[in-house]
């Protein structure tokens, strides 16, 4: 992590949010402690880890910890947990292990590739016509857009997934701050950006690749991490942490923005989103939501009740989270009903999704 993102962040613990300081080590293994309550909260290889449960967190993300960091690099106190984690993720059948990696080279592709990149080796007329067609219309535009017709300067991403929304603010925010639940695409995002930790990133991400033909193996088009990075931009302060987006670590009132983007529909009680995002910007900021609403049946029931029962039957759920966000007291100033958010899977399949995306302002 850079040291200077310490001042916009805080305790996660509920009822504590005092402080944090670097305690041990340096900002690429080391250690935050609150000022407050005195938990504890590992940064490695250069990711904060800034959840309520951290030591959880780490047995629990063992996978995508252990492609970056090694052994003895864990915390002394939780090694033993760790490594029997570990092996016991070792043990799982290897379509699990694929999984994971794959859904991250997904969203790298989704992230990262142009409407140029996303063609190469597409054959079909048809995938080629979409691709053409909806590549650049996606959420991202569309948030660089208000981004820079709102003239936001600091931005905070909730959910940011492998990073890729920082590259197009990059002309408008100066900073940027990127958090997920995810180790493993958090660590993908700082090695785009922020080429600093000391460890072999490069060869790291040789082994990550992306799906092309699958008779060629699951991820056998490799990254070209040194081209991407000539490429993409980076905002001047730049920074990526894992934390809860349902407890961020984050000083409040501090952004222009807080967005969120195809998260919502990943939440046990998406009623929290709100609150959570108007807490992070000040008076007169803007808050960004967009999701395909793929709602789980019980979450989509308890939405349901925040209705009235006769209402319930004629509403959407554009207009569900609309109205609860206007009760959080954000008004919503521009609403896209349909925005096609293209999800490249490999040459042969693509998925297309129609997002609701809307901007708010207190
Ligand atoms: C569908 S992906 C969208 C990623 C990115 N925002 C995009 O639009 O491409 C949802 C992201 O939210 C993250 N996520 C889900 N639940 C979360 C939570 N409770 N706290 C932080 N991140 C979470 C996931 O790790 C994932 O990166
Ligand atoms: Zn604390």
Aim: proline letters at 5%; aromatic letters at 6%; one cysteine or more.
């Amino acid at each position: 992590m850079q040291l200077s993102t310490l001042e916009r962040l805080q305790c996660p613990i509920p009822d504590c949010g005092e402080s944090l300081k670097l305690a041990q080590g340096d900002r690429h293994f080391g250690m935050l402690a609150c000022t407050g309550c005195s938990a504890e909260y590992p940064i490695l290889a250069g990711v904060a880890i800034v959840v309520p449960d951290a030591e959880g967190y780490i047995i629990v993300h063992v996978k995508g910890i252990s492609k970056w960091v090694r052994d003895d690099q864990i915390p002394k106190s939780i090694r033993k947990a760790y490594l029997a984690a570990k092996k016991a993720v070792e043990k799982e059948h290897i379509e699990e292990d694929l999984e994971s990696d794959r859904v991250n080279a997904l969203y790298f592709m989704t992230h990262y590739l142009n409407t140029k990149d996303a063609q190469v080796g597409v054959e079909s007329p048809e995938i080629k016509e979409i691709i053409v067609k909806n590549w650049d219309r996606g959420p991202f535009s569309v948030v660089q857009k208000w981004i820079e017709e709102t003239g936001s300067k600091k931005a905070v991403e909730l959910g940011c997934g492998v990073g890729g929304l920082a590259d197009r603010l990059a002309g408008t925010v100066q900073e940027y701050l990127g958090v997920d639940s995810s180790f493993a695409s958090i660590a993908l995002a700082r090695a785009i950006y922020i080429n600093d930790r000391g460890i072999n990133e490069e060869a790291i991400m040789a082994e990550q690749g992306i799906p092309a033909d699958l008779l060629q193996g699951p991820l056998s088009r490799k990254i070209n991490l040194k081209q991407l990075r000539e490429r993409i931009r980076a905002p001047k302060n730049i920074d990526f942490i894992v934390g809860d987006l349902e407890t961020p670590p984050l000083k409040k009132g501090h952004y222009d923005a807080s967005i969120v983007l195809n998260a919502i529909d990943m939440m046990g009680d998406p009623a929290v989103l709100p609150r959570v995002q108007k807490s992070l910007i000040r008076p007169g900021g803007i808050v960004i939501q967009s999701a395909p609403y793929i709602w789980h049946e019980q979450v989509a029931a308890q939405l349901r009740k925040k209705l009235t029962p006769s209402k319930s039957k004629d509403v959407t759920s554009a207009q569900v989270i609309e109205y609860i966000y206007s009760k959080n007291g954000l008004k919503i100033e521009k609403s896209l009903p349909h925005v096609p958010w293209v999800f490249f899977k490999h040459l042969r399949q693509i998925e297309i999704y129609s997002v609701h995306a809307f901007l708010s302002r207190i």
